[in-house]
């Protein structure tokens, strides 16, 4: 006999996505005024002001439907990257795009997915939720990619496999000809998926991402997003550069009006305004040499990123361990990110912040620490 409640086993065994937790929820619980959030690798300059302006102007068509698949949207993205516009796809967050290919891909009960351990967690819920079995390969201990233990794992089942450079929670970012490489290798069903969240903050880009090559490979797909660098991490707004058949398949089945008529506006806005993006790479780079300097000279290891943000480890002298840090900086309004959910429990990542906020960081450091 049925029950009301019986649900797909996916369903009863699934965890959810851990996220940062939200500025509301460290002022109630420690009584602050006000608290710096270097936890979720947000833009540290904000909203840009030209989409500020621009969500002004377009707040009263809140009442139509965008048009479904956001031709205006992907035409711009298509412009700025300068491929074809039948490549993009655009979703509600790239989160969506990677549950899209999960499901467009992937076969439940048959298929599988490899990434390497740890990984963002999402590739692994989504996974997880359609029934179809994951495969991690450690990465190496400095956090650089084990190719052959990843390819080691592929079968004639991979459907997927996720790369995600520079990669979170480390920043670490191979060189592109390992990516091509790895293209090449992977067995000729499985798509390789590259999670280019932070490739922006990359410098030369040529160097480490495949984009402006991806015509040479079939089965080659990059997700970007405009959360990290265009600061729009709560319109939700992502994309995929994919395949023409596979971002066909993807078009078909997805939720036609998941992107919503702000965020599309938002995102055109979002890629002209030039001096936003400058600047925020700008503090970024400046940040990342600061604390990268000061959290040295404090006896951290800090490990090189190419991200907004690192991961760091503290001294063997520091008297607590990453957890302890983590809530003492926590009590003076501090968000970092512990890493225990990503098996990482001695590492803090932290999100490079604005000067003032990276300043906060390492004078609450230097008082507990000492
Ligand atoms: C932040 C992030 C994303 C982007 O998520 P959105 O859904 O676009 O906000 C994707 N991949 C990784 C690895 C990330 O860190």
Known sequence: MGDIKD???????????????????????????????????????????????????????????????????????????????????????????????????ARPGVDNIIAFDPCFSMYKLQA??????????????????????????????????????????????????????????????????IDEAYMEFAEPQEKYSLLSRLEEFENVAILRTFSKLYGLAGMRLGYGVLPEWLAEYCLRVKLPFSVNILAEEAGIAALKDKDFVAATKKTTAKGRAYLTRELTALGCKV????????????PDNAGMDAKGLFEKLLEKGIILRPLASYGLPGSLRVSIGAVHENEALIRALHEVLS
């Not at 979170?168 to 067995?187: C, F, I, K, Q």
Request: hydrophobic share 45%; net charge negative; charged share 20%.
């Open 7 to 105: 649900v797909r086993p996916e369903i009863v065994e699934f965890e959810a996505y851990t996220p940062g937790l939200s500025i509301d929820e460290i002022k109630d619980k420690y009584g602050l005024g006000s608290v710096i959030k270097l936890a979720s690798n947000e833009n540290p300059l904000g909203t840009s002001p030209v989409v500020q302006q621009v969500l002004g102007e377009k707040a009263g068509m809140a009442f139509r439907y965008a048009q479904a698949g956001t031709p205006k949207l992907h035409a711009a993205i298509a412009e700025h990257l300068g491929v074809s516009a039948s490549r993009i796809v655009a979703g509600n967050g790239s989160d969506e795009i990677i549950d899209l290919l999960v499901r467009v891909k």
């Open 128 to 193: 997880r939720l359609c029934g179809v079995e994951m495969r991690q390969a450690p990465l190496n201990a400095d956090f650089s990619f084990d190719w052959d233990g990843l390819l080691a794992l592929a079968d004639e089942h991979t459907a997927i496999c996720f790369v995600t450079t520079p990669d979170n929670p480390s920043g670490y970012t191979p060189p592109v000809g390992e990516l091509e490489a790895l293209a090449r290798a992977l067995p000729p069903q499985c798509l390789l998926v």
């Open 303 to 314: 490990w090189p990123s190419m991200a907004n943000f690192f991961i760091f480890d503290l």
